[in-house]
């Protein structure tokens, strides 16, 4: 049984560029959720998609948007790339996006704005 | 506006040594949820408990042990007879009952010697 797969794993921008992030989520889960964690901080929450619409926003720009598909993977594009953009992306996969449910995370996309 | 602190950025231990990783959190939720995770080298969060606001037992799970105290809105936790595979960041993390995000906070780094 697959875990949470993330690609690329590693990704090199310029400042201004636009990039796009992929998430396929567990096997049976419905519901991903997207997570910026810049160097030494804790993760800080981007967004979460279900039934292919965005239920529930973090505290970020609309530079920041995404897509679900109908078979639940998901998408997250950056726009007009900032140099604080460079983080580690983690994706998070759930059943309905429940809490009471755990979440998988899968082992992100480091992104570097140069 | 929900607020998790780990006031410890990094505790060093040698093998064998206990350690006990300190979380205090804010919320104006009167029901939540509490979690803690660990994340090694590989990025990838591993999820190692939740618990209910309303449920304060405490719990042991092998060398793990948890501590939650509402009334100092604290949530500890301690790793007993520590190892060298125990060497990554701890994140204590909240979330409102009715809420779909993660509120994480800044992580303990945590380094077993052998």
């Known amino acids: 049984d697959a875990g949470v797969t993330q690609s690329p794993t590693h990704l090199i921008k310029t400042r201004g560029q636009q990039v796009t992030l992929r998430c396929s989520p567990k096997?049976?889960?419905?519901?991903v959720s997207w997570y910026q964690q810049a160097l030494g901080q804790g993760p800080q929450f981007i967004f979460q998609?279900?039934?292919?619409?965005?239920?529930q926003r973090g505290n970020f720009p609309d530079r920041f948007s995404g897509h679900q598909f109908p078979n639940y993977s998901s998408e997250l594009n950056v726009n007009a790339l900032l140099l604080g953009d460079s983080a580690l992306y983690l994706c998070?996969?759930?059943?309905?996006?429940?809490?009471?449910?755990?979440?998988?995370f899968g082992p992100g996309t480091r992104l570097t704005v140069t | 506006a929900q607020k998790v602190t780990q006031a410890q950025t990094e505790i060093s231990v040698v093998e064998k040594e206990d350690v006990t990783l300190d979380c205090v959190y804010e919320?104006?939720?009167?029901?939540?949820?509490l979690f803690w995770y660990k994340q090694p080298p590989s990025g990838e969060l591993v999820f190692l408990i939740r618990?209910?606001?309303?449920?304060?037992q405490n719990e042991i799970s092998g060398r793990y042990s948890w501590n939650f105290q509402k009334s100092t809105s604290s949530f500890n936790f301690t790793i007993t007879a520590s190892q060298v595979v125990d060497s990554a960041v701890y994140f204590c993390?909240?979330?409102?009952?009715?809420?779909?995000?993660?509120?994480f906070g800044a992580g303990t780094t945590v380094t077993v010697r052998a």
């Open positions: 993390a909240l979330s409102g009952i009715n809420d779909y995000k993660l509120s």
């Open positions: 998609y279900y039934e292919e619409e965005e239920r």
């Open positions: 618990r209910n606001s309303f449920d304060e």
């Open positions: 998070a996969s759930s059943l309905s996006g429940r809490l009471d449910y755990e979440q998988y």
């Open positions: 919320t104006r939720d009167t029901t939540y949820y």
């Open positions: 096997s049976g889960h419905d519901t």
